[in-house]
């Protein structure tokens, strides 16, 4: 095993937060076992069919899970989910309605129950936190160690266009998009806060790598004969890695944060989507604490996770 | 480091033109209007037309090879009337939105055309008799309409002519009379150029040369509600100037009108040698585009305000508010993290981690809503509310840096010489730990502004945010493009600001390292 990763595996808070994490991957994943609007597994006409919600939209999407389970063969066994309610289903009564058996966190304004739209929401937050922070990383690590490795003319130039990429603030950034869409979707959202935010990595990135470059250690490898090139991605970049660490987990963050401001602002993410910053954003409609209350818990879960890891990775990268 | 400093504002020219020109090569995909299935629904097909046209979408991009003036546009009009295909009836319509200008350019050529053709124009113009105040049941009637226009053509052809226009104009901004009203009337829009000419001079755009001199107050606002009044009863715009309107309505009008004119001016006008080759590069949708920015300052809005007034005005409470928030911010950033640091104590400072990352994860529309709900109004709240949902990004950095420079060499020099841990957090560590901070600051601004937008909204202050939410509704390319540039603006200087702080925290970075890249000695 790689002696990093041992180093890794013995820090407390690396234990706990990639605990936490596979929790809440593992919540992404099987959303539909925990709750659904179908059985998980049923026999209609001899056939049996695992998550039919899911697997058979067009025939058993629409119905609700006790229409659903009616339409089993009875002689066979029928498998439902903790949660016998989906995250779009509508619930038969009053709208934010406070908790009871059937909707243990209540239902929202819409009357869809709570506690189903975060388990659900965990799989889209997940996914585009990831897709962000994954492909801001990328795109800051690469444009900023290239600033300020090569220097000069490269850094101007590449300096300035980090600038005007940057320049737009997320919310505005998105704003413009919709402008251009004739249907807000959940691509350009992610396509902007990636681009938006691998601008600002870049930038800090590009500071490191010119404070990096100032240490003795730079100067030496210049000495023995290394390229500029090589003493960034290769001499530099561990160094790097705290720092963008905890700035991707920010950036995982401001995803659903800026879902959230977008929702707010009436500029809407599709209405269809299960997310936690949709949820948050149903702030406009009114909601209070119980329906917040929940996503903002995940949220913060997330968030605490990605932190404890970020400094783990940290810790393990520090000099002994 | 000023050297440094006045190099990135020379920057700024570029970096905003290069802004602009993003945007506007991006929102000029904005989608069509008259494709919107939301849009077309609302508006007649006359509405969805010139809705497209004040957006210069019919024009090409970047090169126009045949641009229209009257002459192209009456050739197009009269060869659909000759067909008499189903695009005819539009075609009489533009021919009576042509009016008086397309009169030099029909009324010769009507007797080339075929003789069912010829009763058809002629018939189609009679609106434009009726316009030009010249009442008459000939007009109307299909048998007798050509040899009345020919009539008119022989007894008026000379009142036609460019010079002419210009004396009429100028005459009835002079006097008010009946007689000079009807002179103008008969020329219909022929002499619209005329009359944006001489309202230019009357009500010219702020910063250029003072009104006439040599006219009184209220006569200069009187020749304007004429000549107003004649564009209008032309082009049948309902935009006139009422009897008692005040200097600064008066302006107003003008610049809508000139926005206008901008916009239809080749429905009026005629291209001719150089002209024609000018209009080849002008008639696009870049050009014009261009032209609204320079002369009338991104357009005017409903209300005749340009959009650099509206601008300015809202964009004084936003930037107070991300202001306030980013200072507040970073000072209590920076206030936890020197405690953390020299309390060492582990528990209480994942107590302020985890306050922190809760602020972070509650969403500021939640944590602004919470506080109007309990009462809370006003720029200071606001920006307070701003403010903490962007400690922790820096505290979180903050504290990883010092952590990490807490085990340098230095500090420990700085210890065995008998430092206390205050001392060596703020005097030692702290200056080092500061430089990613203040990069990460820079980096924030943006995000701020993004949040200020909710926070605006939450505790209804009419800032940048509210006037953005309406354009992108109703895809408003004007206000986006002046907001990209705003925000730009905004944006560089902070930039240009932190890079100065971070040369000044380490000098290692300063002038020579940024010059060069990186650091030689």
């Not at chain 1, 603030?169 to 979707?185: D, H, K, M, T």
């Not at chain 2, 533009?94 to 003789?115: F, I, K, N, Q």
């Not at chain 2, 009726?130 to 020919?150: K, N, T």
Request: net charge neutral; hydrophobic share 55%; charged share 20%.
């Amino acid at each position: 095993m790689n002696p990093a990763f041992g180093r890794f595996l013995r820090l407390k808070r690396a234990r706990f937060g990639s605990l936490l994490l596979a929790v809440l991957a593992f919540v992404a994943v099987f959303a539909d076992f925990f709750a659904s609007d179908a059985p998980i597994v049923m026999t209609v006409e001899g056939n049996t069919y695992f998550l039919p919600a899911v697997t058979e939209r067009e025939r058993f999407g629409d119905r609700s899970i006790a229409e659903v389970a009616a339409m089993a063969e009875p002689d066979h066994a029928v498998v439902l989910p903790l949660l016998r309610v989906g995250p779009r289903g509508v619930a038969a009564g009053p709208p934010m309605a406070g908790p009871s058996l059937a909707h243990w966190l209540g239902t929202d304004a819409f009357g869809r129950d709570v506690l189903a739209r975060v388990l659900h929401g965990t799989r889209v937050s997940l996914a585009l936190g990831a897709s962000v922070a994954l492909m801001a990383l990328v795109f800051g690590y690469v444009l900023g160690t290239l600033a300020g490795a090569l220097g000069g003319v490269w850094d101007s130039a590449i300096e300035r266009f980090v600038e005007i990429v940057g320049v737009f603030p997320a919310v505005v950034a998105v704003a413009l998009v919709r402008a251009l869409e004739q249907r807000p979707s959940l691509l350009s959202l992610v396509l902007v806060t990636a681009a938006v935010g691998g601008a600002n990595i870049a930038r800090l990135t590009r500071t490191l790598v010119l404070r990096a470059l100032a240490e003795d250690w730079a100067t030496a490898a210049r000495a023995l004969g290394a390229s500029p090139a090589r003493i960034a991605f290769v001499h530099v970049t561990p160094h790097l890695f705290a720092p963008l660490a905890v700035a991707s987990v920010f950036a995982v963050a401001s995803v659903a944060l800026t879902e959230t401001a977008l929702s707010f602002l009436d500029l809407g993410v599709p209405a269809t989507t299960v997310s936690w910053g949709e949820m948050l954003g149903e702030v406009r409609w009114g909601a209070g604490a119980r329906i917040l209350g929940p996503a903002v818990l995940a949220l913060g879960l997330t968030l605490t996770a990605l932190y404890l890891v970020a400094d783990a990775i940290r810790k393990t990268f520090q000099n002994p | 480091m000023l050297r440094h400093a006045l190099r990135r504002l020379l920057w700024i020219g570029p970096i905003l033109i290069a802004v602009t020109l993003t945007s506007f090569a991006l929102l000029s995909y904005v989608p069509d209007p008259a494709e919107d299935p939301a849009v077309v629904t609302t508006l007649s097909g006359e509405q969805a037309v010139e809705l497209r046209r004040t957006r210069f979408l019919d024009l090409p991009r970047f090169f126009n090879e045949r641009p229209l003036d009257v002459i192209a546009r009456v050739d197009l009009a009269l060869r659909h009337l000759g067909k008499d295909d189903e695009e005819a009836a539009e075609a009489a319509r533009s021919l009576v939105r042509l009016g008086g200008a397309a009169l030099p350019h029909v009324l010769p050529r009507l007797d080339t055309l075929e003789p069912a053709a010829r009763g058809g124009v002629a018939v189609a113009l009679a609106p434009v008799a009726e316009r030009m105040g010249i009442p008459s049941i000939e007009a109307r009637d299909p048998r007798h309409a050509v040899a009345f226009w020919v009539r008119f053509w022989t007894d008026r052809s000379v009142d036609f002519r460019a010079a002419n226009a210009r004396r009429a104009t100028r005459r009835l901004s002079l006097h008010g009379t009946s007689m000079r009203v009807a002179d103008l009337q008969e020329l219909d829009t022929f002499a619209l150029e005329q009359i944006m000419l001489v309202l230019e001079e009357l009500a010219p755009p702020k910063g250029t040369a003072t009104p006439q001199e040599t006219m009184p107050e209220d006569g200069r606002l009187a020749a304007i509600r004429r000549l107003v009044g004649a564009a209008a009863h032309a082009t049948g715009r309902d935009d006139q100037l009422a009897e008692k309107s005040s200097e600064s309505e008066a302006i107003a009008c003008v610049r809508r009108w000139r926005e206008w004119w901008l916009v239809h001016q080749a429905d009026y006008t005629t291209y001719g040698g150089a002209s024609r080759f000018l209009a080849m590069l002008t008639d696009t949708q870049y050009a014009r585009w261009a032209e609204k920015v320079v002369l009338l300052g991104f357009g005017a809005g409903a209300e005749g305000t340009t959009i650099v007034d509206k601008l300015k005005n809202r964009a004084i409470p936003t930037l107070t508010i991300v202001t306030i928030a980013l200072l507040l911010a970073y000072g209590s950033a920076l206030a936890l993290g020197t405690a953390a640091a020299v309390r060492k104590s582990s528990r209480e400072e994942m107590l302020i981690l985890v306050a922190a990352f809760a602020l972070f994860a509650v969403p500021t529309a939640c944590l602004a809503t919470w506080a109007v709900r309990r009462g809370g109004v006003g720029l200071g709240l606001a920006s307070l509310v701003l403010a903490l949902s962007m400690i922790a990004s820096p505290f979180a950095q903050g504290r990883a840096l010092l952590r990490e420079i807490e085990r340098a060499d230095y500090i420990r020099t700085a210890r065995a010489l008998g430092a206390g841990p205050l001392r060596v957090v703020v005097l030692h560590a702290m200056r080092n730990a500061l430089l990613p901070a203040v990069a990460l600051a820079s980096v924030e601004m943006p995000t701020a502004l993004g949040g200020a937008f909710v926070v605006e909204k939450v505790f209804g202050i009419s800032g940048l945010g509210e006037e953005t939410v309406r354009a992108v509704q109703t895809h408003d390319v004007a206000w986006l493009v002046g907001l990209a540039f705003v925000t730009a603006l905004t944006v560089t200087i902070g930039s240009i600001a932190t890079d100065v702080a971070i040369a000044a925290i380490d000098p290692r970075l300063s002038l020579a390292a940024l010059r060069h890249g990186r650091v030689t000695a």
